[in-house]
C-alpha cells in the first residue's frame, strides 16, 4: 500500500506565493517520476511539472519561470514552490509518483490540494 498526501494549498492574493509538498508514504522500494498536475474547473488535468529521480525537470510552459519543482529523495516527497500567483492558476492540484512497491511498479496519486488566487 502507497498513498501520496499533499499539503500547503490554501486562497493566496494574485502575486502571491505558496509551497505545495507531497509525501509518499508506505511499501516503498523506490520511486522514479515524481510530478505535479492540476485540474481548473471544466477543465481537463494537466501536467504543471515533473521531476526525475536524477532531478532533471519538465514544465508546462503557462508555468515556467515561476513554479519550481524539487524533491527529496531520503523523505519520498516533492514540493512545488509557485510564485507570482495569478487567477487562473486556480485549481486542485495532484501529485503523482512512478514507485515500485513490493516487486512491482504502479503510479500514484494523492487526494489533490486546492490553490485559489483572488484577484
Known amino acids: 500500500q502507497v498513498q501520496l498526501v499533499e499539503s500547503g494549498g490554501g486562497l493566496v492574493q494574485a502575486g502571491g506565493s505558496l509551497r505545495l509538498s507531497c509525501a509518499a508514504s508506505?511499501?516503498?522500494?523506490?520511486?522514479?517520476?515524481m510530478g505535479w498536475y492540476r485540474q481548473a474547473p471544466g477543465k481537463q488535468r494537466e501536467l504543471v511539472a515533473q521531476i526525475t529521480r536524477g532531478r532533471s525537470t519538465n514544465y508546462a510552459d503557462s508555468v515556467k519561470g515561476r513554479f519550481t519543482i524539487s524533491r527529496d529523495n531520503t523523505k519520498n516527497t516533492v514540493y512545488l514552490q509557485i510564485n507570482s500567483l495569478k487567477p487562473e492558476d486556480t485549481a486542485v492540484y495532484y501529485c503523482?509518483?512512478?514507485?515500485?512497491?513490493?516487486?512491482?511498479?504502479?503510479?500514484?496519486w494523492g487526494q489533490g490540494t486546492q490553490v485559489t488566487v483572488s484577484s
Open positions: 508506505g511499501s516503498i522500494f523506490s520511486i522514479n517520476n
Open positions: 503523482n509518483a512512478d514507485v515500485q512497491s513490493r516487486g512491482t511498479w504502479g503510479v500514484y
